[in-house]
């Protein structure tokens, strides 16, 4: 369910429709704070996976924000196994992403995965 309302918010992203100030809280609110810990953890893995498909780069603040709303859903701070392979993996979305606001997304998320 989550990856399909997911895919459905990415393709509403990719369409340009006016999207009003709350569409972010929006769907946290109604798609990851739902989520027991043990499957927010499950999705996260998806997040990076999309987080490494240069064709969705220009959703980098949106998949790292559901990203970040999904680590603290787990309330751990195992990392996922997809992260494990990837050491490097959120300093090269700061490179790719130079923004102030991806850059404080990115590093949190390392610092709550010990990376």
């Known amino acids: 369910m989550f990856i399909n309302t997911l895919s459905s918010f990415l393709e509403k992203l990719a369409s340009e429709e006016d999207l009003d100030e709350w569409y972010m809280s929006n769907f946290i609110d109604e798609n990851v704070y739902s989520l027991l810990p043990a499957e927010a953890f499950e999705f996260s893995s998806h997040v990076i996976a999309l987080l490494k498909d240069e064709a969705l780069s220009d959703y980098a603040y949106e998949l790292l924000t559901i990203l970040l709303a999904l680590q603290r859903q787990s309330d751990t701070t195992q990392i996922p196994k997809i992260l ?17 606001y991806i850059f404080n997304l990115a590093h949190e998320l390392a610092q709550n995965y010990r990376i």
């Open 84 to 100: 494990k392979n990837s050491p490097n993996f959120f300093d090269k979305i700061i490179k790719k992403n130079p923004e102030k």
